[in-house]
């Protein structure tokens, strides 16, 4: 069984794939607002990262 820190860091992981994704469409994309929409997506999923780092970084 996982710990809860093991928890939060496999999300932290696939939070990170995503917003990697959506960068990467952000950096296809030709619509000006799609493009702008999309990296935004991306932030604020960078921001959620950074919150939940917080807990695996606790002793």
Known sequence: ???TKEDVQKCIDQCNQQAQ?????SNSE?????KTM???AA??????ITE???I???P
């Open 52 to 54: 939940c780092s917080y």
């Open 43 to 48: 932030h604020h999923i960078d921001l959620c």
């Open 38 to 40: 999309l990296f935004e």
């Open 56 to 58: 695996t970084q606790r």
């Open 1 to 3: 069984m996982m710990s």
């Open 30 to 34: 030709t619509n000006a607002k799609m």
């Open 21 to 25: 994704q959506l960068r990467s469409m």
